[in-house]
């Protein structure tokens, strides 16, 4: 008997808790958000609700390609994404992006002109820039001897089982390819095979592929040498002071983060309005604060602490930009780097 | 069975097919279609996600996670039978408290203890640092097979342990007795009492730490650093990464296959059913 109460009373305390959800936002606007985790200041969603009565549904994935399954399965219909260059160009290519109405968003002043049309949007229809970057190579300076400036240094046997590479295919292609002096966005068989063996090649020199990790790992001295976007290596820098990052001479790849509204949105409006609130002056200052990634806007970048300021992660000079390569949507060539990239990591 | 508790059944029934049946029937459909199979009237039949299968690469990636699934399953048993022999052994008013402390840290998320791992485990974590302190250099811990295999022993020994104590605390004493009464000595009776009558724990002991060590892919996500790549990360990987879903749904056909005949196999060795342990859980 005591069972068949205790059970009851559970039912009873589970059905008062869900019909907690439920009521209360019966006429506010939801607006469903999908963004990277870590990469904006929470407190920004908290205002944004509050100044305009609407309610914001908060979802977050790890990789660009998380992203592109999620919003394909349909289980959610979004109406704002934040996500990366290739996978958005994916996404407009499909048809599954939606133009704005740029009147909706006054703040589209402030974006610099360089980021506003785009290899991903080259009419500057579909999009409006969040954070952009570089990939790099974070190093510590208490390890590494002398100021690398080359890819080699990922390939140095005198930092064997110190070296870490992301599990993230297009990122490590990348800087084989860039090594071997070829193009990020290749689909040339012999180029990759040659990527693929200088990737096995390193493979006993690598002490782990990660992604979210890294950061921390090279605060804690984990690690030498990095193969790491931009805004983290800032991030860590700020913890660390004896960690370097650079771009390698061989050029690399630069990356733009845009938002984007999915055809499945059904308050594009609301979305709209969202878009601006996040591109106002503070509002990107706070969010500097919080993601440490370079920023697109013009009013805001002089403005940001000093240190930020003559970072070269997070404000890169003119020329290490001419050497750099944003990633382009390979269609259907991706399946091959795909298969490369198993047979890499299963060698 | 009567009436009334026919209907008792109906929602376990309608549960198990939302939830198994279904689910195991969409897996089937994708592995041998190309493409969606929301739509039946351009649905695509192929063999092809199976014959990718036997490449000597996904081959390799299947002979690999299974020779880690055994030792992982080996040194479980190892471990496990003799803890479980001395936990039947314990005085009955506190056998409760050692079993509950034994099953104490499961309470945790499997996550948070594999990250505990990382810590002891790391070039700046607990061991290493001890190892400085008394002079000697750093060992390389982390990121290997014994990290995986450590973090798997850890993480799955409660599930060979219980089985095997479940077995050997319902076993009549009387037996052990008799067998004494009649000369044996203690590893005679061992041999020959305890460790037959034992066998159906042992053998789903096996089974429950074998059937996760094999799929798993946080263990050598996080402990193996992905420097190797396993069946559970390679369908994790074709799902979520490549979305190609009909390749990663063939890959875990073949999983569940390897799953269920291996464990045919071990029940062939469970001869007297009376033991019951497969009806332990």
């Known amino acids: 008997m005591k069972k068949k109460t205790f059970i009851l009373v559970l039912a009873i305390a589970l059905s008062l808790i869900f019909t907690g959800c439920s009521s209360g936002n019966k006429d506010k606007v939801v607006l469903n958000v999908l963004n990277y985790g870590e990469y904006i200041d929470m407190d920004l969603l908290d205002e944004f609700e509050k100044s305009f009565d609407v309610k914001i549904n908060y979802e977050i994935y790890p990789t660009p390609e998380d992203m592109y399954t999620k919003v394909k399965s349909g289980a959610t219909n979004f109406d704002l994404i934040i996500s990366s260059d290739y996978m958005i160009e994916r996404l407009i290519n499909e048809g599954w992006v939606l133009e704005l109405d740029y009147d909706n968003i006054p703040n589209y002043q402030?974006?610099?002109?360089?980021?506003?049309?785009?290899?991903?949007?080259?009419?500057?229809?579909?999009?409006?820039?969040?954070?952009?970057?570089?990939?790099?190579?974070?190093?510590?300076?208490?390890?590494?001897?002398?100021?690398?400036?080359?890819?080699?240094?990922?390939?140095?046997?005198?930092?064997?089982?110190?070296?870490?590479?992301?599990?993230?295919?297009?990122?490590?292609?990348?800087?084989?390819?860039?090594?071997?002096?070829?193009?990020?966005?290749?689909?040339?068989?012999?180029?990759?095979?040659?990527?693929?063996?200088?990737?096995i090649q390193q493979k006993p020199l690598v002490l782990a592929y990660v992604v979210d990790e890294v950061r921390d790992m090279m605060i804690g001295g984990e690690a030498a040498v990095a193969l790491l976007w931009s805004g983290e290596a800032v991030a860590a820098m700020g913890e660390n002071e004896n960690l370097a990052y650079y771009v390698p001479e061989e050029g690399s790849n630069v990356w733009v983060d845009a938002m984007f509204i999915p055809k499945t949105s059904t308050h594009k409006k609301e979305a709209e309005m969202f878009m601006n609130f996040l591109t106002e002056k503070e509002n990107t200052l706070l969010n500097i604060d919080y993601v440490w990634y370079s920023t697109v806007h013009t009013e805001a970048i002089n403005e940001v602490d000093e240190f930020l300021f003559d970072n070269p992660g997070f404000n890169p000079s003119d020329d290490i930009l001419e050497r750099t390569e944003m990633f382009r949507d390979l269609g259907d060539s991706l399946q091959l780097y795909y298969r490369i990239w198993t047979e890499v990591l299963a060698n | 069975m009567n009436k009334k508790q026919k209907f008792f059944a109906y929602p376990y029934v309608v549960w198990m097919f939302i939830f198994i049946v279904l689910p195991i029937v969409l897996v089937f459909l994708y592995s041998i279609t190309t493409k969606e199979v929301n739509n039946i009237k351009t649905i695509n039949f192929t063999l092809n996600n199976y014959k990718l299968f036997f490449d000597p690469l996904y081959i390799g990636v299947t002979i690999r996670s299974i020779n880690l699934a055994l030792v992982s399953t080996i040194f479980c048993l190892v471990l496990g039978y003799p803890i479980a022999f001395i936990i039947s052994k314990i005085n009955i008013k506190h056998r409760n408290t050692v079993l509950l402390l034994f099953i104490l840290p499961m309470w945790m998320n499997m996550l948070l203890r594999t990250y505990a791992w990382m810590t002891i485990l790391g070039n700046n974590g607990i061991i290493n640092n001890f190892l400085n302190m008394l002079g000697f250099p750093s060992l390389?811990?982390?990121?290997?097979?014994?990290?995986?295999?450590?973090?798997?022993?850890?993480?799955?020994?409660?599930?060979?342990?219980?089985?095997?104590?479940?077995?050997?605390?319902?076993?009549?004493?009387?037996?052990?007795?008799a067998s004494h009464d009649l000369g044996a000595d203690n590893r005679t009776t061992f041999l020959r009492v305890i460790l037959p009558l034992s066998l159906p724990g042992v053998i789903s002991g096996i089974i429950m730490v074998f059937m996760p060590a094999v799929s798993s892919f946080v263990i050598p996500r996080l402990l193996g650093g992905n420097r190797s790549l396993y069946i559970g990360t390679l369908i994790e990987n074709l799902f979520l990464v490549t979305g190609d879903w009909n390749f990663g749904s063939a890959v875990a056909i073949m999983m569940m296959l390897i799953i269920l005949v291996s464990m045919s196999i071990l029940n062939r060795f469970d001869v007297d059913k009376e033991g019951g342990g497969s009806n332990l859980w």
């Open chain 1, 110 to 199: 402030y974006i610099d002109e360089d980021f506003r049309k785009t290899a991903f949007d080259p009419e500057g229809k579909y999009t409006v820039p969040y954070f952009w970057g570089t990939l790099g190579i974070l190093y510590d300076t208490t390890k590494v001897d002398g100021t690398p400036t080359s890819w080699d240094l990922l390939w140095d046997e005198g930092y064997a089982g110190q070296i870490l590479m992301m599990d993230s295919q297009r990122d490590s292609f990348g800087a084989a390819l860039k090594k071997l002096g070829y193009s990020l966005n290749t689909t040339d068989e012999s180029e990759l095979e040659e990527a693929k063996q200088l990737l």
């Open chain 2, 140 to 177: 390389r811990l982390l990121y290997n097979n014994s990290a995986i295999i450590i973090g798997m022993v850890y993480n799955f020994l409660p599930f060979m342990v219980l089985p095997i104590y479940t077995a050997l605390s319902k076993m009549d004493q009387h037996l052990v007795e």
